[in-house]
């Protein structure tokens, strides 16, 4: 395996940074006590975590579409699972299909972006 470069070195630790920030964060007793910039749209907040985790993902590790999907959806359903033992927080199906909506429309939007360059044949 050929050593990674300097900016997959970044996306990879970016993408291990998001990962622990994410979970920091959805493990919190308390939803109400986290910054009002958090507050905006729990839908939104899974939604832009998964599309971002996907992008770090695919830069850093150079993951294809299944790889990303079984990865992200392991980490939500690992996330979702730990929330239903919290006193406060619920397994919620709605944030892991949102979150795989992230992923989702993050690959859609790059085999778009491949079939604008790609060259005519």
């Known amino acids: 395996m050929p050593k990674p470069t300097v900016i997959q070195t970044f996306f990879r630790l970016a993408f291990v940074g998001s990962l622990l920030t994410i979970a920091t964060i959805a493990f919190l007793p308390n939803y109400d006590d986290l910054p009002e910039i958090t507050s905006f749209s729990d839908i939104l907040n899974h939604f832009a975590a998964f599309f ?12 294809g579409v299944r790889s990303a999907f079984a990865i992200l959806f392991s980490y939500g359903l690992f996330i979702e699972t730990v929330q239903h033992f919290l006193p406060s927080r619920c397994f919620d199906l709605l944030d892991l299909a949102v979150d795989l909506a992230g992923v989702l429309v993050y690959y859609l939007l790059l085999y778009a972006l491949f079939l ?6």
């Open 52 to 63: 971002v985790l996907s992008f770090l993902l695919e830069q850093g590790f150079g993951s």
């Open 116 to 121: 604008i360059k790609r060259p005519e044949l």
